[in-house]
């Protein structure tokens, strides 16, 4: 009899009772998968660990020591620093808040270990995948972030919620290895999976997002970045912009990205990274000239070449 592929499922949580038992639930009864969980909470201060530990009986699930991280990223950062991949065939990210399709891990594992891809140019060290947006009202939305990937989309976008990846142990521990770097330019990074997504990519390892999507995403109040999509996901997102956030954000990722980076890679990222920082209106133009290397969708390589003209990213 064939042994199950393991995998390890890294769940950050904070103040998330509401949901939680919901999208555990939903990790544990994967179908075709052995999953280990391990949880590490941030200073929940509703009954988040109490509903963890409803859980202590279950030998697949692990809680570290509570602490206090201040942030989603800081969480999950702290769990990667902490866990390492030995002993398991993939690695993916959980949310608390959402419900994972029950074929989710092996569908993506089963992406993973294709020998030369779904193409033939070789094996994916990471899978993402479109997910469904869920609002409080039931409606539902398929949130595509399958488009076709760009030469340096990673350094201005993630492949997707983190909650859709699944890594290979070599990509997770290189990952690691980053993370582990004291006072290392990718501890800086607000964000997990826009952080994972690059170092991956710009390493020269391959990515795949898959077209079906694997998690309802549940969209609610507390959301630390939402689906992305209607009014008031883009009002705020802009708000974001005129702040500066995506433009030190995008900084932060080129700057963890310039270490792992090799041959043509690295040039791309040191023009990147002396615009970037610049960002004067010479530097801001000459991106707009590349602005198709830096988006998947259309419409947000438009909207960020807006916000470069005038001024506001």
Same mark, same amino acid.
């Given at each position: 009899m064939?042994?199950? %592929?393991?995998?390890?499922?890294? #769940?950050?949580?904070?103040?998330?009772?509401?949901?939680?038992?919901?999208?555990?639930?939903?990790?544990?009864n994967q179908r075709g998968v052995e999953v280990s969980v391990v949880v590490s909470d941030d200073a929940s201060t509703d009954g988040t660990l109490a509903a963890l530990?409803?859980?202590?009986?279950?030998?697949?699930?692990?809680?570290?020591? %509570?602490?206090?991280?201040?942030s989603s990223a800081a969480n999950f950062f702290r769990l990667v620093r902490e866990v390492p991949a030995e002993e398991y065939d993939a690695i993916g990210f959980c949310d608390q808040d959402d419900i994972w399709m029950p074929w989710k891990l092996q +569908?993506?594992?089963? #992406?993973?270990?294709?020998?030369?891809? #779904?193409?033939g140019r070789g094996p994916y060290a990471g899978v993402s995948s479109n997910v469904t947006a869920v609002q409080p009202d039931g409606t539902r939305q398929i949130v595509v972030k399958n488009q076709l990937q760009r030469q340096c989309?990673?350094?201005? =976008?993630?492949?997707?919620p983190g909650s859709?990846?699944?890594?290979? %142990?070599?990509?997770?521990?290189?990952? +690691? =290895?980053?993370l582990l770097v004291q006072n290392g330019p990718a501890s800086l990074a607000n964000s997990h999976d826009w952080l994972f997504y690059a170092l991956v990519r710009a390493?020269?390892?391959?990515?795949?997002i898959d077209g079906e999507s694997s998690v309802?995403?549940?969209?609610?109040? +507390?959301?630390?970045?939402?689906?992305?999509?209607?009014?008031?996901q883009n009002w705020r997102r802009l708000r974001g912009i005129v702040?500066?956030?995506?433009?030190?954000?995008a900084l932060r990722i080129i700057l963890a990205c310039r270490p792992v980076a090799a041959g043509r890679t690295s040039a791309q990222l040191e023009w990147l990274y002396e615009r970037v920082a610049a960002c004067n209106f010479t530097s801001r133009l000459r991106l707009v000239r590349h602005m198709h290397r830096f988006r998947r969708r259309r419409r947000d390589q438009l909207a960020l070449a807006a916000t470069l003209v005038t001024g506001l990213w």
């Open positions: 064939t042994a199950l %592929p393991r995998i390890l499922v890294l #769940l950050a949580t904070h103040n998330g009772e509401q949901f939680l038992a919901e999208q555990l639930d939903s990790v544990l530990d409803r859980y202590r009986g279950d030998g697949r699930v692990r809680v570290l020591e %509570p602490g206090e991280f201040g +569908r993506h594992y089963e #992406l993973l270990s294709l020998s030369n891809g #779904l193409d989309d990673y350094a201005f =976008e993630s492949g997707g859709t990846f699944l890594l290979r %142990p070599e990509a997770y521990e290189f990952v +690691r =290895e980053q390493h020269g390892w391959r990515w795949f309802d995403y549940r969209q609610h109040g +507390r959301n630390e970045l939402g689906a992305n999509e209607g009014l008031q702040a500066g956030t995506h433009h030190q954000d």
